[in-house]
């Protein structure tokens, strides 16, 4: 049985009408894309070298984008007579690669501005022209000067000043070329590195908090219950309180046809002796067990590492995941060797699912936003409750929530989100948040003071990215389940969340918000809000629900 295509857009940022400070863009180039402000905590810092290699990515722009809303509806809106009809990863490459026309075109491009086409190569799937440049030769295609940014902690990057040109007839087949105007670490093999070790450090995953149990306030480290204590699941988040918080007890059914794939990037790793001490206290069938490795472009793990910034997120990862599917259950490591998400991963696995967590801030974040991502925002038991009542909104950080820039809110999102802002949303301005845009997250679960073990010691750690894989757990039991019964695994399931087949499946969180940006922030509310999504899952209802659809 073949998973379900994700599909990728690659969008086109808005333009402002900045000027350039350059003075030399040939007439028959056009501004193809341009950032509007710096990310917070950046600032230029000095001229790029000239001879400083940089790995071009330039993305194509791909057939047919106009139906895709049209063609993901069509399978994945449990009205439709199509749903659960996913296509194979070769229709979607035939739909959506981009024309043959499009790569002549940039191919010719490059020749022409002294650019030889044996130093181009073409991915695999058509989507993507690539080639080392320097810092000069870039600065002469894009008609742009490079800049090397730097932050406050002294990780650099670079990137163009303002935008970039491309010739006017190479653009109308261009999507976009990074690295150009985002900020992100050059890890190309060959290419010049700046400060790379520290910067790579800067771009990990992290929890939005981590600290070792010997570390908490003597009242709360009095309170961490044994593994099976469930009465102090407030202060340490064990795998038995995650099963009873939502009902999730399940043992793998169809697992040789079943499998959930974890990424992680650049240097991280796991920690093997640290997940078997965890598997021993909270999930004794899983000591021993490893993931499989998946490399992408040269990724490798080093499971004797003790590097707490290295080890701390991918062994968060694999011990919710492999902790809470039973032994039986594949879990896949896509291990990338770089710590770019968006082009190296969803290009080498195109059919893959992913659902993410979002860190808390108001100004809208990338791919969070995009209607075709599970977003996963975060709660908490409040301090001394039991995991029978109900949850709130975490106090300790900011669950990541709010409104698109870019991305309009999809249709299947409209009844509730507007609901929200009809009676709950504060009286924010536009300069504060998008009413219009596509609202995030779309649900929640448990992501405070969760177990974990770091270098053999206990810790407890939070943010969304501890509910992300939680999440994705109970996805991959929800495909078991189905795949076992003869159906097909569920695929994008936003338009089937905010359904009315899935009435009654989420439990409501009315407590708590998201302070940020100087703001109150977004309250949690009855119904969808910006800080919880629907709410967390019951997942017994949830189960039941996915498993009556075709």
Avoid at 212 to 227: D, E, I, T, Y
Avoid at 256 to 282: C, H, M, P, R, W
Avoid at 411 to 431: C, H, S, T
Avoid at 499 to 504: K, Y
Wanted: hydrophobic letters at 35%; one cysteine or more.
């Amino acid at each position: 049985m073949v998973a379900p295509p994700s599909f990728i857009v690659l969008a086109t940022s808005v333009l402002a009408s900045l000027g350039s400070t350059l003075s030399h863009i040939p007439s028959s180039h056009v501004l193809h894309e341009q950032r509007r402000s710096l990310p917070a905590q950046w600032s230029l810092h000095r001229r790029a070298d000239p001879d400083l290699m940089l790995p071009l990515s330039i993305a194509l722009v791909q057939s047919n984008i106009g139906n895709l809303e049209e063609h993901l509806l069509n399978i994945a809106d449990p009205d439709s007579p199509n749903y659960g009809k996913h296509w194979t990863p070769a229709q979607v490459r035939e739909t959506f690669r981009p024309s043959r026309e499009s790569a002549h075109v940039v191919y010719s491009w490059l020749k022409a501005d002294g650019v030889q086409p044996e130093r181009a190569e073409l991915s695999h799937d058509g989507m993507f022209v690539r080639v080392n440049v320097s810092i000069a030769e870039a600065e002469r295609l894009l008609a742009t000067e490079y800049y090397v940014y730097q932050d406050e902690d002294g990780a650099e990057s670079v990137a163009c000043k303002h935008g970039y040109h491309l010739p006017e007839h190479v653009s109308r087949h261009v999507d976009l070329v990074r690295p150009t105007i985002d900020f992100s670490e050059l890890s190309h093999s060959g290419t010049a590195m700046l400060k790379r070790a520290y910067a790579g450090r800067r771009r990990l995953k992290r929890p939005a908090f981590s600290q070792a149990v010997g570390g908490l306030h003597p009242s709360m480290k009095a309170r961490a219950g044994s593994p099976g204590d469930l009465s102090k699941c407030d202060t340490k988040v064990t795998l038995d309180c995650l099963r009873d918080l939502y009902g999730f007890r399940y043992v793998s059914v169809a697992p040789e046809k079943n499998s959930i794939g974890i990424v992680e990037l650049g240097d991280q790793t796991y920690n093997s002796d640290d997940l078997d001490v965890f598997f021993a206290k909270y999930s004794p069938g899983r000591v021993g067990h490893r993931p499989q490795l998946v490399s992408i472009n040269g990724g490798k793990v080093n499971t004797s590492s003790t590097d707490l910034d290295f080890i701390q997120e991918s062994n968060l990862d694999l011990s919710l995941v492999m902790g809470l599917l039973n032994e039986a259950q594949q879990v896949l490591l896509y291990q990338n060797g770089n710590n770019d998400l968006i082009e190296d991963l969803l290009s080498a696995l195109d059919k893959e699912y992913f659902a993410v967590g979002g860190p808390g801030s108001y100004w809208p974040d990338y791919p969070a936003t995009c209607q075709y991502v599970t977003v996963v925002g975060a709660t908490q038991i409040p301090p001394g409750k039991p995991t029978a009542d109900a949850e709130s909104a975490p106090t300790r950080f900011a669950s990541g929530g709010g409104f698109s820039n870019l991305f309009p809110r999809p249709r299947f999102q409209e009844r509730a989100v507007q609901k929200y802002l009809d009676e709950f949303a504060p009286p924010y301005g536009p300069d504060v948040f998008n009413r219009t845009g596509r609202a995030y997250p779309d649900v929640a679960v448990n992501g405070h003071n969760i177990a974990g073990i770091n270098n053999g010691k206990d810790w407890v750690s939070g943010g969304t990215s501890a509910s992300a894989p939680i999440f994705a757990a109970m996805l991959t039991a929800v495909n078991d389940a189905r795949i076992a019964a003869g159906k097909s695994p569920v695929g994008w399931i936003n338009p089937m969340i905010y359904s009315h087949f899935f009435t009654g499946v989420w439990n409501d969180i009315t407590n708590g918000s998201n302070p940020g940006c100087g703001t109150d922030g977004f309250p949690a509310a009855p119904g969808w809000d910006p800080v919880t999504g629907l709410g967390t899952p019951n997942f017994p209802r949830m189960l039941a629900a996915f498993m009556a659809l075709p």
